[in-house]
């Protein structure tokens, strides 16, 4: 069976990759419990990193690597096409050579991190408030009386932003007493509107 060719940013590999690893992780933070054992919470899953060894060989196999090096080089995120892996928008954030390279032979490794956009989605321009007319000083932002939400024991910030339909960021933002998002305690009341 042949695979389809690795795809970045419009460079499509000549032949693919010998090698690919894809490690997944998730984040969990453990926290002391006083005269006790201890508590887990399940911070979500952090970005897949995906890498691999290839080789160009052949006729112009250091121009080729060349040609790769310059998609290193393009700054932000694309779309990385793998034969086996589902497709992501990631960025290129490592490409070494694995041994010296010659004209006729290249051997090299590669890094991509895949990136998540729903937290820049979740980001909202903030515009500078206007002077009140004829003060020169800048009006009070508006009062509101917001919803609040109290917390039960096991609940995590990220769990009750779901919750609410935000997202981790937008839930500190409404809640600049919160320090740590891995901290909360039942009974604590945590605005969500």
Not at 60 to 80: C, H, I, M, R, T
Not at 107 to 126: C, I, M, N, P
């Amino acid at each position: 069976m042949e695979l389809t060719p690795m795809q970045y940013k419009g460079y499509v590999w000549p032949h693919n990759p010998r090698t690919y690893t894809i490690r997944y992780q998730r984040k969990v933070a453990v926290h002391k419990i006083p005269f006790g054992r201890y508590a887990m919470q399940d911070l979500g899953l952090t970005r897949r990193v995906m890498t691999g060894e290839g080789e160009f060989y052949g006729p112009g196999a250091y121009d080729e690597f060349k040609k790769l090096a310059s998609v290193f080089y393009q700054s932000g995120p694309g779309a990385l096409v793998h034969p086996v892996w589902q497709s992501a928008k990631a960025y290129f954030v490592e490409l070494a050579l694995a041994q010296e390279p010659r004209k006729d032979y290249v051997k090299y490794t590669f890094t991509f991190w895949e990136d998540f956009e729903g937290y820049r989605q979740s980001l909202t321009a903030k515009t500078a408030e206007k002077p009140a007319a004829g003060t020169g000083t800048t009006a009070p932002p508006a009062v509101s009386a917001g919803r609040y939400h109290t917390v039960v024991a096991g609940e995590t910030l990220w769990a009750i932003a779901q919750t609410y339909g935000l997202t981790l960021g937008g839930l500190m933002a409404l809640n600049p007493q919160i320090k740590n998002p891995n901290v909360i305690r039942p009974g604590q009341q945590v605005r969500v509107g």
